[in-house]
């Protein structure tokens, strides 16, 4: 396998987007909803699958697609193609707010495991399939199930992560425990498995869920502050109910009374 070589440039702090810089006839793939901006050279395509190639016929061209299907994404991803002789550029964006990891598959011996919404592109070549988990614990309680995604090649691909980024680099034998929402993405020599957090107080009452993710070294894991779940249900707290209002709606203080006595919504 030898994926294309393309340069790039992260820009942003919170809200990041990535500049790939492609030669002519380089190619790069992304999800669909991430592409940002691109030079006037660049040509847009929408293929089956992720255009790395590695079964030829209609048969390997659905098989991989196939597979996008169960890790939840699309059957079909982009590419974007230089058609003229100079280098342009291409540019995608994160979906919501956090940080871009570039990932270089050569320095983590070919393959890295993510959750399953965290790739956002990568360098024509590159495979992206999907990783089963092997122990039941871990499938019904890790919060990403059986399925994960895996990224293989020879080539960079990029992943998204939400709030705060954490890389920790483990040890043989040293044991990271997370929570299972909080995790991006590890390299293939990381052991992970699920572990019951334990007693009736933290099991009823802790508010951390029942499980967390233990990681095993030796190898490189990433952690997430805000996992978009996460994020997700904090809008959904705070949205007014239906028929209703918030609390203060129609009154004469309207918002300024939850400026006044605190929001509690949460």
């Known amino acids: 396998m030898q994926a294309h070589e393309i340069d790039y440039h992260i820009y942003g702090e919170e809200m990041q987007y990535v500049e790939i810089e492609l030669d002519p006839q380089e190619i790069v793939i992304a999800e669909a909803g ?17 255009g790395s190639e590695q079964q ?9 697609a196939g597979k996008r299907v169960l890790t939840g994404e699309s059957l079909f991803m982009t590419a974007f193609i230089n058609q003229n002789n100079i280098k342009s550029k ?27 919404d965290a790739f956002l592109c990568a360098a024509k070549g590159v495979s992206i399939g999907i990783e089963f988990s092997k122990k039941l614990g871990r499938g019904l309680f890790g919060g990403e199930g059986f399925i994960m995604q895996k990224i293989e090649g020879d080539g960079m691909a990029f992943v998204h992560t939400g709030g705060t980024l954490a890389k920790k680099e483990l040890a043989a034998g040293e044991i990271l425990k997370v929570d299972t929402g909080c995790i991006v993405g590890f390299t293939k020599d990381v ?13 009823i009452f802790g508010g951390e869920g029942l499980f967390y993710a233990t990681l095993r070294g030796p190898g490189t894991v990433y952690v997430q502050s805000l996992p978009f779940s996460r994020l997700a249900d904090r809008i959904i707290a705070s949205a007014p109910k239906a028929g209703g209002n918030s609390r203060d709606e129609g009154s004469l203080l309207g918002g300024l009374g939850s400026l006044l006595d605190g929001d509690r919504r949460f």
């Open 191 to 203: 052991d992970y498995d699920i572990e019951f957090i334990g007693g009736i107080k933290n099991s």
């Open 56 to 64: 030829s016929g209609l048969f390997g061209k659905l098989l991989n």
């Open 34 to 50: 991430s592409f940002m901006m691109m030079d006037n050279n660049i040509q847009m395509e929408t293929i089956f699958g992720d």
């Open 90 to 116: 291409v540019s995608f964006a994160a979906p919501y707010p956090g940080k871009i990891i570039p990932i270089d598959l050569t320095q983590f011996g070919g393959k890295f495991i993510c959750q399953k």
